[in-house]
């Protein structure tokens, strides 16, 4: 089974910015489906970013309202990492963000069932 080590998370201020990493043990080119949740303290694993294989043979990326503009998800096949480029922050923003290298689209949301052990991210007013 592949695993998932979640990197970059750390403390920064309202309308900074963060760069997430997650390093697979395996060829990411190979999958059919990555992204990235978070889940705050009391609440569920949200999604946050995914990109996934289309019908065409190319990519198409998913990202839920609250971050469009703001965050890019992207993959590097060389280095086998997924990465979250996450700008202009909001407090609200913060939690605990995991990387999913099996994720799918059933029952009207997005699912994943490989994590890695995520890594927090804080932003403070």
């Known amino acids: 089974q592949v695993q998932l080590v979640e990197s970059g998370g750390g403390s920064v201020q309202a309308g900074g910015s963060l760069r997430l990493s997650c390093a697979a043990s395996?060829?990411?080119?190979?999958?059919?489906?990555m992204g990235w949740f978070r889940q705050a303290p009391g609440k569920e694993r949200e999604v946050v970013a995914v990109i996934a294989r289309n019908g065409n043979g190319g990519q198409d990326t998913y990202y839920v309202d609250s971050v469009k503009g703001r965050f890019v998800i992207s993959q590097d096949n060389a280095k086998n990492t997924l990465y979250l480029q996450m700008n202009s922050l909001k407090t609200g923003d913060s939690s605990v963000y995991y990387c999913?290298?099996?994720?799918?689209?059933?029952?009207?949301?997005?699912?994943?069932?490989?994590w890695g052990q995520g890594t927090p991210v804080t932003v403070s007013s």
């Open positions: 999913t290298a099996d994720c799918g689209f059933a029952g009207g949301i997005w699912r994943g069932t490989i």
């Open positions: 395996t060829y990411i080119r190979r999958m059919y489906c």
